[in-house]
């Protein structure tokens, strides 16, 4: 690091930003200028380990592979009207998504532009296919902005407030965030009370089973905190929603694509869904996300679903240059290994600081929450974001999740000496934090 955060260069471009565009979510006011695998520049010359693009681009930064398919893919054609004529990577990487998800069952794609997208074709998929009209989620879940997706979204209340009303017919349940169980119960004798609340009360007294079209699940949370259910609790809500008759719909955006060490964090829980979404790493970071759903959800006439950018040649050229280097390159191999690894390295923190209360994820997906102290519980949202902040100064950069956790999502590529400095420098942001 050779300036502070932000740098000279580096203010100007934040400045017109906050001019010119609308109000998100940006954070760490840091600019890049170039990136390679987990490293990346800003344009004052400082350097940082990223440990937050790999939900995204899991192959890191500018993947050869995928900077090769993308050049050799635009010499050809940028578009082509794909909902109304064909052209071949297109049925190309709909049936490598195919062979890829879980189950024997055939299977067909939606192809969109992102994540939020996938899920409101999979709202649709499931009201067409079920004639059903209501919807099961969960509190913590994060599906998307639009509005049918964030009529699904239960992570935080400024992602919903002055949009009532949205799409009617949901019901949030409480997830298994058995490290806050809503409860108040412990896992070891709770019986996945979460998951059979649906079935014992709330198809009792509430919402009539034969009315709801799907359950919609992240295998692991994402915005809501890296939250990791027990096996138990997705196996008994796939089977409630068998006995049903509802879809289950695994929501893979952020977890999807080889962030656990699987290529589909749902291969953790031995659960085979009837539509799985996909965005974000898909394509190493190009717009693109997938709807794989059950071929008989099929949509049974033209126009009731379609897009004009899903499918975009140049997206799908990368997405298929992702598959063969994940596949070529072990990078799943390298997700569980360094993720083992890493979160070693977070409980050794943990043994060492305590503020850090829990630690949790799957393979690269990994995140450790900071409270108080760990008999309360209480958040410590001021000292996560300290620490964010901390970190970003000493050339790390991550992101926030949940109330006070902090994600890491390196890319699939890292090596053990990025995760090891990485640490490194975590350490001394949560000691300085500490004493504040």
Request: proline fraction near 5%; charged fraction near 30%; hydrophobic fraction near 25%.
């Given at each position: 690091m050779i300036t502070p955060v932000p740098g000279p260069l580096t203010q100007p471009i934040v400045d017109?930003?906050?001019?010119?565009?609308?109000?998100?979510?940006?954070g760490s006011p840091v600019a890049v200028k170039w990136g390679r695998g987990v490293r990346f520049e800003d344009v004052d010359g400082n350097l940082y380990l990223d440990f937050t693009n790999g939900m995204v681009a899991g192959t890191?930064?500018?993947?050869?592979?995928v900077v090769k398919a993308i050049q050799e893919q635009a010499e050809k054609f940028l578009f082509f009207n794909g909902p109304d004529f064909y052209y071949e990577i297109q049925g190309l990487i709909a049936e490598q998504l195919c062979q890829l998800a879980p189950g024997a069952h055939d299977k067909k794609v939606f192809l969109s532009n992102s994540g939020a997208e996938a899920n409101e074709a999979a709202i649709k998929l499931t009201r067409s296919g079920t004639n059903r009209k209501q919807f099961i989620a969960f509190l913590g879940a994060f599906h998307g902005r639009t509005m049918g997706a964030l009529s699904l979204t239960g992570s935080k209340v400024v992602q919903r407030e002055s949009f009532f009303p949205m799409l009617p017919g949901v019901t949030h349940l409480p997830f298994a965030y058995c490290y806050r169980c809503a409860y108040g119960m412990k896992e070891e004798?709770?019986?996945?009370?979460?998951?059979h609340i649906l079935e014992d009360l709330y198809f009792q007294r509430l919402i009539p089973a034969e009315e709801v079209a799907a359950v919609f699940m992240e295998p692991q949370q994402g915005e809501g905190g890296y939250v990791v259910p027990p096996k138990a609790f997705v196996q008994a809500i796939q089977a409630i929603c068998r006995k049903y008759g509802i879809l289950f719909v695994a929501d893979e955006v952020q977890a999807g694509f080889g962030k656990t060490g699987r290529l589909f964090a749902i291969e953790h829980f031995d659960v085979v869904p009837d539509i799985i979404n996909l965005g974000k790493a898909i394509a190493s970071g190009l717009p693109l996300g997938a709807t794989i759903f059950r071929s008989e959800l099929?949509?049974?006439?033209?126009g009731r679903h379609s897009n004009t950018y899903g499918g975009n040649p140049i997206a799908v050229a990368a997405a298929l240059a992702t598959i063969e280097a994940i596949k070529e390159e072990k990078m799943l191999e390298n997700a569980r290994e360094r993720g083992a690894s890493f979160k070693e390295g977070l409980q050794r923190l943990q043994g060492e600081f305590e503020p850090i209360g829990d630690v949790r994820g799957l393979g690269l997906m990994l995140a450790i929450e900071l409270v108080l102290d760990r008999e309360s519980k209480i958040p410590a949202k001021e000292m996560r974001d300290k620490v964010i902040d901390l970190c970003c100064e000493r050339g790390l950069l991550l992101l926030p999740c949940g109330t006070s956790a902090i994600r890491f999502t390196p890319a699939i590529?890292?090596?053990?000496?990025?995760?090891?400095l990485g640490l490194e420098i975590l350490r001394g942001a949560i000691r300085d934090a500490m004493k504040t």
């Open positions: 017109r930003d906050v001019r010119y565009l609308a109000t998100g979510t940006k890191g930064h500018c993947h050869p592979k004798t709770c019986g996945m009370w979460c998951a099929d949509f049974p006439k033209q590529v890292v090596t053990r000496e990025e995760i090891d």
